[in-house]
Structures are given as structure tokens and as C-alpha cells.
């Protein structure tokens, strides 16, 4: 990573719900951290200009829709999509992988990469899992090796998989315990993504009739990933992406989500209260007592950090407290951002990892088993994108093994 800097994160979205996603931050006058480096991409070039019309909507400077394209788009493969079936987003990636990897060249210098897919579908399930691996093999599928850059080597790469809603069709969840695989790690069992981060759409639902549909779902996703990067910049106490994968990788529990509650009022509730919100508000269904991995991040207004109102020692006090309190005993950081302004709403972000994934899969194990039954009847893939039994039993296996050893 560059030195004596702050982390410089790139943001890689793919496929129309990661689009969706990534077409947030232009919502915010500011990105600290991300800046311009955001990256769309998808199989459908329909798909992706519905994309870039929600950023020029957005954008502040005018750009008409060219010009978005050539700033922060990119159409891949021949397909025209996947088909929701992801080894042909796979294969669409890997047959466009020079222009992929030109085009992430422009980044110049970035430190850490935030990949974003939702894994029910197949252009950015198939296609984000693909290029992470490729990262870390040193691009052995380039054509021209000079597409590359010598920075590309020590990037670290963090992914939010975004899972579909429970009552979607077996095919998605298919999609999407194959993706979390592969995220997870790579067909010959070494280790994938550096972190994984995961949301699921249903259970960020609201709970009082109204539905929070994919904008305000987002939003949420949003807020995470900012308390998450706000985190390693102007803090008293720094966490950084470093902090966040090197103790989780080593303990092979380097999956996540974020709890998050924010707004909360300083002067009228005690840390240790805000933090037991946050825990209400999980982005996957989860037992907090299996989480092997924990961080909390607390954003204070710097007023509340000036007079004393809240200091470093509380939070860890108060974080230290609330683990002991749930029989919480993981590899963790604390840290206090401040925020500019005057006020008393304070934010919090914990990130659990290494969490039992059984409470999610079980929403989705049964149509994944029923669609890879009827696949196998079928005779493997479709289009240009195959999957061998082979390939299937190697993608399940990695995803138990992981699985397993995190319940117990």
C-alpha cells in the first residue's frame, strides 16, 4: 500500500443491482477515500445506460452520457448478459479481460478495491469473483500482459455481495451461494476476496409494513461502506482496510456484516446502548454470540471529541464491555471518527465477522439444491458459460468447509 498517505479505495460495481448500488455515491457532494475512482460495468449495454442515466442525474457537472460512459462505464463480453447464470458473466469477463484490466489501470495507484455485486443475478456474481482471483494470480488469463500495472499487485480487494430476497426464484439463490463461494475462496481453496461484506435484501426490509426497496437498501449499503472507509482518514484512533483483513484471514473467518445506527444523540445515550442498536440492525440474519471478528467504529461531531463529550476511552471502554456482555470473544478494533459540525447525532458501525453463515444460507439452501439438481439433468451450463459437476461439487465443498469451521 502507499505510504503516508490515507488509503486510497477504488469502487469496481458490476451487473445492474452493483450499478445500482455504486450509482449512490454520486449522490454525496463528497467521497472521501473513493474520490472519482468508481468503475460500472455489465454484459448489457441497456442495462448499463439505465445505469449511467441515474448518475447523470446525479452528477453535478453536466456530463451527458458519452462523456459518463468514457468516465466510469464499461460494457464487456459479446453476450449481451448473462442469462442470470453466472459462469457467463464468468466467461464474459474473461473474454474482455484486457479492457477490464486497461481500464482499472486508470486508477492509478489505488490501494484497496470495494467490488459490489448482488449475487442473485449473473453478470457481476459471475464476473467480480473472476477478477479478484485474477488479481491474485498475477492475471494469468491477460492476452497482453502489459495491460497491468506493477500498483495492481498489492491492492487489497474487499466485496459486498448483495443477497437476493428470500422469496426470489431457486435460480438466484443458486446464483447466490455460488457467488458467496467464490467470493470466499477460489476453486483450488486458497483464499479469495480479502473480506467479504454481505447484505441481504429481505432482512434490510422494514419491519413495519414498508418495504425499504432497492434505493433505500442501498443507501444503507452506502452508509456502511462510508463509516467503514471514514474510519481509516480522520480518525483519533486509525482502522484501516490492513486492520480489517489481516487478523480474519489468518483465523479463516474474513466474512462480514455491518450493523449500523446512526442519529443517535450523545448527550442522552451511553455507548454502550448505541452499540446494542447498532447489533439490532444486522444486515444479514445472524447470532451475534458466533461472531469470531469484530470492529466498531463510533462518528462523533468533533465539537462532542473537543470538550470531552466522548472520548477514545469510552468507546473502548464501551466496546470492551458490550463483547464481554454477549460472550464476544474475537480478534477487534475500536476507533472515534469525527464528523465537522456542532450537534450531539453520533453513528456507529460494527462490523461482525466470522459469524455462523448457517442462519442466512438456510433461507436459500433448499432452491439452491433444487435448481443444481434440475442444471445436472440438463447437462451442465448454457450460451458460452459452463459449469461442469465438477466444478459445482468443488464451489459447494470450499463454501462447507468455510462454513463449518465458522459454526462451530
Not at 430476497?165 to 455460488?178: G, S
Not at 429481505?202 to 443507501?219: K, P
Request: net charge negative.
Amino acid at each position: 500500500m502507499v505510504q503516508d498517505t490515507f488509503t486510497r479505495w477504488g469502487v469496481i460495481a458490476s451487473g445492474e443491482g452493483g450499478g445500482r448500488i455504486a450509482s449512490q455515491f454520486f449522490d454525496r457532494a463528497e467521497n472521501p477515500g473513493i474520490d472519482d475512482r468508481i468503475l460500472v460495468m455489465n454484459t448489457n449495454r441497456a442495462d448499463l445506460r439505465n445505469t449511467i442515466d441515474r448518475m447523470r442525474d446525479k452528477l453535478q457537472n453536466g456530463q451527458d452520457e458519452e462523456a459518463v460512459m468514457q468516465s466510469y462505464a464499461l460494457d464487456f463480453g459479446t453476450q449481451q448478459g448473462a442469462g442470470n447464470f453466472f459462469p457467463n458473466g464468468e466467461a464474459c469477463a474473461r473474454e474482455d479481460l484486457d479492457r477490464i484490466v486497461n481500464r482499472i489501470s486508470r486508477f492509478e495507484n489505488t490501494d484497496a478495491f470495494m467490488h459490489m455485486a448482488t449475487l442473485g443475478g449473473g453478470t457481476g456474481n459471475g464476473s467480480i469473483p473472476y477478477t479478484i482471483d485474477q488479481f491474485k494470480r498475477g492475471f494469468t488469463d491477460l492476452e497482453n500482459s502489459s495491460a497491468s500495472v506493477a500498483w495492481m499487485d498489492s491492492v487489497i480487494h474487499a466485496a459486498f455481495g448483495v443477497w437476493p430476497y428470500y422469496y426470489e426464484q431457486p435460480q438466484r439463490h443458486f446464483n447466490a451461494v455460488c457467488g458467496l463461494s467464490r467470493l470466499l475462496r477460489s476453486q483450488d481453496g486458497r483464499q479469495n476476496s480479502d473480506m467479504v461484506l454481505l447484505a441481504s435484501n429481505s432482512h434490510l426490509e422494514a419491519d413495519d409494513g414498508s418495504s425499504r426497496h432497492y434505493d433505500s437498501i442501498n443507501d444503507a449499503i452506502i452508509t456502511a461502506v462510508d463509516l467503514m472507509i471514514g474510519a481509516g482518514r480522520e480518525t483519533r484512533s486509525v482502522i484501516d482496510i490492513k486492520d480489517y483483513v489481516t487478523i480474519p484471514s489468518q483465523i479463516d473467518a474474513y466474512h462480514f456484516t455491518p450493523a449500523v445506527a446512526t442519529d443517535l444523540n450523545g448527550q442522552i445515550y451511553e455507548l454502550e446502548y448505541m452499540l446494542d442498536q447498532a447489533a439490532e440492525n444486522t444486515y444479514v440474519p445472524m447470532d451475534i454470540g458466533t461472531t469470531s471478528a469484530a470492529y466498531l467504529i463510533v462518528r462523533a461531531p468533533e465539537s462532542m471529541i473537543d470538550d470531552g463529550s466522548i472520548t477514545e476511552p469510552d468507546v473502548y471502554n464501551a466496546f470492551r464491555e458490550w463483547t464481554g456482555k454477549h460472550g464476544i470473544n474475537a480478534a477487534g478494533q475500536a476507533s472515534l471518527t469525527p464528523k465537522p459540525g456542532r450537534g450531539n447525532d453520533v453513528d456507529v458501525l460494527l462490523l461482525l465477522g466470522g459469524f455462523d453463515l448457517n442462519p442466512l444460507l438456510d433461507h436459500s439452501w433448499d432452491q439452491f439444491e433444487r435448481f443444481g439438481d434440475s442444471l445436472a439433468n440438463r447437462g451442465g451450463g448454457r450460451t458460452d458459460g459452463s459449469l461442469s459437476t465438477t466444478e459445482l461439487d468443488r464451489i459447494v465443498d470450499n463454501l462447507e468447509s468455510y462454513v463449518e469451521k465458522n459454526a462451530e
